[in-house]
């Protein structure tokens, strides 16, 4: 009995928000060390900006969305159903390591989990945002919805930058800043066995 009340709150949680896939690819990295380790990562971690990075997270979000004129010629967006895709790439170590590099690999990767997770719930958070801010839109005497729309495109921007400096931030005092949780994460690798 309490499983099904779990699911069926879980059910009635999730039907109002993004229908939302999460998928997770990894990709080799090869080494006997932690340096090592890291350096295969340097190699063949995800290209974002033309430079690698160790983890990433990004999305791919589309929209089923019902824009209705009224009687009055305003039109309002009646549905705004928001359909999202978060995909998180990490690196993966072979599963021979010696046992000491193999428990910092493991304390690293989770420490990589737990930093792309905050970006996950970022993305998640500002999906919200544009659903809680489209649906119901409505312009006065818009009968091609022309300036419904282009409300929405300007929250669109306004959000999306906002998004991505947020995160920039937040990689910039986990990873590069002194203090910073993913960076004491990776010196802990590379100095480690």
């Given at each position: 009995m309490r499983c099904t009340l779990t699911a069926l709150t879980l059910l009635a949680t999730t039907a109002a928000q993004a229908e939302t896939t999460q998928r997770t690819v990894t990709y080799p990295v090869h080494g006997r060390t932690g340096i090592a380790l890291y350096r295969s990562i340097g190699e063949n971690?995800?290209?974002?900006?033309?430079?690698?990075?160790?983890?990433?997270?990004?999305?791919?979000?589309?929209?089923?969305?019902?824009?209705r004129v009224q009687p009055d010629g305003a039109c309002r967006l009646a549905v705004a159903r928001p359909h999202l895709v978060v995909t998180t790439t990490v690196p993966k170590a072979p599963a021979d390591l010696p046992p000491a590099l193999a428990a910092s690999w493991s304390r690293f990767a989770e420490g990589i989990r737990t930093h792309e997770r905050v970006h996950a719930r970022a993305i998640a958070a500002m999906v919200a945002r544009i659903e809680a801010f489209s649906t119901g839109l409505t312009a006065p005497a818009d009968p091609d919805c022309t300036r419904v729309r282009q409300k929405l495109q300007a929250f669109l921007a306004k959000t999306i930058a906002r998004h991505r400096a947020e995160s920039r931030a937040f990689d910039k005092a986990d990873i590069a800043e002194e203090g910073g949780t993913m960076r004491q994460t990776i010196l802990d690798l590379v100095n480690g066995p």
């Amino acid at each position: 009995m309490r499983c099904t009340l779990t699911a069926l709150t879980l059910l009635a949680t999730t039907a109002a928000q993004a229908e939302t896939t999460q998928r997770t690819v990894t990709y080799p990295v090869h080494g006997r060390t932690g340096i090592a380790l890291y350096r295969s990562i340097g190699e063949n971690g995800p290209k974002i900006g033309g430079r690698r990075t160790i983890a990433h997270t990004g999305f791919d979000l589309t929209w089923t969305r019902d824009y209705r004129v009224q009687p009055d010629g305003a039109c309002r967006l009646a549905v705004a159903r928001p359909h999202l895709v978060v995909t998180t790439t990490v690196p993966k170590a072979p599963a021979d390591l010696p046992p000491a590099l193999a428990a910092s690999w493991s304390r690293f990767a989770e420490g990589i989990r737990t930093h792309e997770r905050v970006h996950a719930r970022a993305i998640a958070a500002m999906v919200a945002r544009i659903e809680a801010f489209s649906t119901g839109l409505t312009a006065p005497a818009d009968p091609d919805c022309t300036r419904v729309r282009q409300k929405l495109q300007a929250f669109l921007a306004k959000t999306i930058a906002r998004h991505r400096a947020e995160s920039r931030a937040f990689d910039k005092a986990d990873i590069a800043e002194e203090g910073g949780t993913m960076r004491q994460t990776i010196l802990d690798l590379v100095n480690g066995p």
